[in-house]
């Protein structure tokens, strides 16, 4: 039997995995030259947000006819300045603390005693730990040390111990030339440092344009007016992010060493700088700027009260600037997912040490700043931002296939907050659906999923039912879900719709059920029009909800009209005019009095092709959105005529 070889594979299956490896061969690249050469990127880094953070001022000065030039090198001369005055100040309240830390030696060996007093089995825990200590020593001795009993017992020995002989080495007297080398060596490389940092700062302010147009050419210059646009909006973004956070950190620094002050604490300006200084680093920075004014508290006070006031300070401060001033300054947050944030900080410190961890965050939220708006690096707003990776109707769609209507229903309520019922119907739940039409129109979803989708569809509407159709007030929400919905629905109708009580609606809609909703033709539809049935129900206008099967020569005559003055058939594919004209007439027959309504869902705005398939169906009214369904409703059932303004397109589209 000869063994069959394998085929040959094609060019097209080769490619992505040239790809995929070249891909990781570039990133190894990278990822060492940072490393290899961070002597020279550190600066660069360093003069790129400093850049950002300076931009205003220059800009500032410019309004006011200065020439660029002279407002570039007088804000950086100011800035290095006011950074060179602060490092002097750190060094002088180091030097102080460094002469009384002696002082406090008495205090801390007290403290240590009187928490050894207050140990229940104190006593007897020392002499266990005195007799280990002792063993331990006996122990480590040496062999001849631990014999010498048995010298003094014996025989004496042959030769006399001879003592050692002191040996003191001396260095010659540095000459003049090596004192100063001396002296100066320390400072080269801070200097150095200092200069690269000023000369790319004073580059990049004054080659900002210059620049500008270097990275769309690098990103891609097809469509200049949309590349240049993403890239200035990016840099007033950065520059604003770091402006403000470099002003909240400042003020951090400024109450926590004003605070420390009244509290007593030595060297207050310090531990102050510190804390801005740490607050950069991202969840753990302030906890470690805490940590040195604690030991020095518990340090200076024989007692414990300065110890509590000085973490009550900072328990305070830190959680009202987090969670009220920066929500204030920054909006919602600043872009980077909880991960992200993680594992930035940890590569940037292995690669930077601890300069690499004060410009993590900085330094990513401008890789996803960049990701945001050019399009060619959105990978990195995928990886490290913290919108979500899916869009909101896929996620919808996601967890309607996984049978999980309740954390649809937690994110939907967070959409609430911010926008109205029928705006999350149309915007979500009605794309996620049409998703799921796609799905089945290519034969990827078969009938035992879309009865799962129905139902979890139907356990969402049943526990939004308590949810009221209005615009929200006030509130805003922190979700990131619910923030990528939120901004995606933006620029949709979301105008409030009356609420008719039973005084407000026409006799034949103050039955319990006056709308009837019946799907097209498949679970989804009947999805769709559950949640038609439950929006007019937060409208004051009770509906029920029959499957396609309803809609059968079979069962049609079974379909019960007692009370029912509207009919509105849900279809998530309208491609089929005959399939609307027949489910028509069957309903026309069945109830000659009432009037149908064409619920198009897959229709995007097209008004001429929903008032075609009206037409060609002859029905009495058609809606692509479930917000305009509900107007036409709500129209119908008012005592009041004629409809609202905001209904009258949709109101154009009723026959004569």
Known sequence: MVAKLPTAKTLEDVVPLVGAVALAILAVIIVMALYLGREIFVPVALAILLSFVLAPPVAMLQRAHVPRGGAVVGVVLLAFAIIFGIGSLVASQLTHLADELPRYETTIQSKIQSLRGATVGGGT??????????????????????????????????????????????????????????LIAPLVSPLATTGIIVIFVIFILIQREDLRNRLIRLAGSHDLQRTTAALDDAAGRLSRLFLNQLLVNAGFGVLIGCGLWLIGIPSAILWGILAAVLRFVPYIGSVIAAAFPLALAAAVDPGWSMLAWTAALFFVIEPVI????????????????????????????????????????????????????????????????????????????QRMLAGDPTEATEKAEEFLKERSLASYFDEVAIKGLKLAQIDLDREALDQTRMLKIRDAVIELANDLSDQKDREPTAGATEDAEAIAAVEEAKGTRDEDLPVLGEADRAPAWRGEQPLLCIAG?????ESAATLLAQLCSAHGLGARVESADALSTKNIFRLDPAGVALVCLSYLDSSSSAHLRYAVRRLRRKMPGVKIMLGCWNIDGDAGQLEALRDAADADFAAATLHDATAICIAEASLIKPAPDNVVPVMALQSA
Not at 127 to 135: E, I, K, P, V, W
Not at 151 to 176: F, I, N, W, Y
Request: with cysteine.
């Open 521 to 525: 033709r498949t679970a989804l539809d």
């Open 322 to 397: 987090a969670q009220v001033i920066e929500p204030l300054l920054y909006g919602r947050s600043t872009g980077l997912s909880a991960v992200a944030v993680v594992v930035a900080a940890t590569f940037w410190t292995a690669l930077w040490g601890p300069i690499g961890l004060v410009l993590a965050t900085p330094l990513t939220v401008c890789l996803v700043v960049l990701g945001r708006h050019v399009e060619s690096l959105a990978f990195l707003d995928i990886m490290f931002g913290d919108r979500p990776a899916l869009s909101p109707p896929e996620i919808f769609y």
């Open 125 to 182: 825990l020392e002499r266990a730990a005195d007799m280990l200590q002792d063993l331990s020593k006996e122990l480590d001795k040496p062999n001849g040390a631990r014999s010498a009993p048995a010298t003094k017992l014996g025989a004496s020995p042959s030769r006399p111990a001879v003592a050692p002989v002191p040996v003191e080495v001396r260095q010659p007297d540095p000459g003049a030339l090596e004192s100063i080398r001396s």
